[in-house]
Nanobody, 125 residues
Framework: QLQLVESGGGLVQPGGSLRLSCAAS????????LAWFRQAPGMEREGIAC????????RYANSVKGRFTITRDNAKNSVYLQMNGLKPEDTAVYYC??????????????????WGQGTRVTVSS
């Protein structure tokens, strides 16, 4: 059973950067499509970035395009989210998610079968 654990969240000032990490155990990520989601208080969970096996076809929500970058390192069984130019509206709990590459791909929550517990990001001065 695949397990995902996020880390790297925290408090950052507007305009700052953070790098989130998501480490997997229980299975190798080589055959999984991966994604990052976030959920702000009172809001639905939003898909913000995804990446397929082999680092192909990364996709981003318009709200983060040009500021966030998703990468994966299969050798380390991990996926990352580099966040630059952070804004107060980026404040949320961030989750990584995974699905077998034969099952689906994209930014919809319904696509993914495995979820981490989340890491909180607060952007505030």
């Amino acid at each position: 059973q695949l397990q995902l654990v996020e880390s790297g969240g925290g408090l950052v000032q507007p305009g700052g950067s953070l790098r989130l990490s998501c480490a997997a155990s229980g299975n190798i990520l080589d055959f999984f499509n991966l994604a990052w989601f976030r959920q702000a208080p009172g809001m639905e969970r939003e898909g913000i970035a995804c990446i397929s096996t082999g680092n192909r076809d990364p996709r981003y929500a318009n709200s983060v395009k040009g500021r966030f970058t998703i990468t994966r390192d299969n050798a380390k069984n991990s996926v990352y989210l580099q966040m630059n130019g952070l804004k107060p509206e980026d404040t949320a709990v961030y989750y990584c998610a995974a699905v077998r590459d034969t099952t689906g791909y994209g930014l919809g929550t319904e696509v993914y079968d495995y979820w981490g517990q989340g890491t909180r990001v607060t952007v505030s001065s």
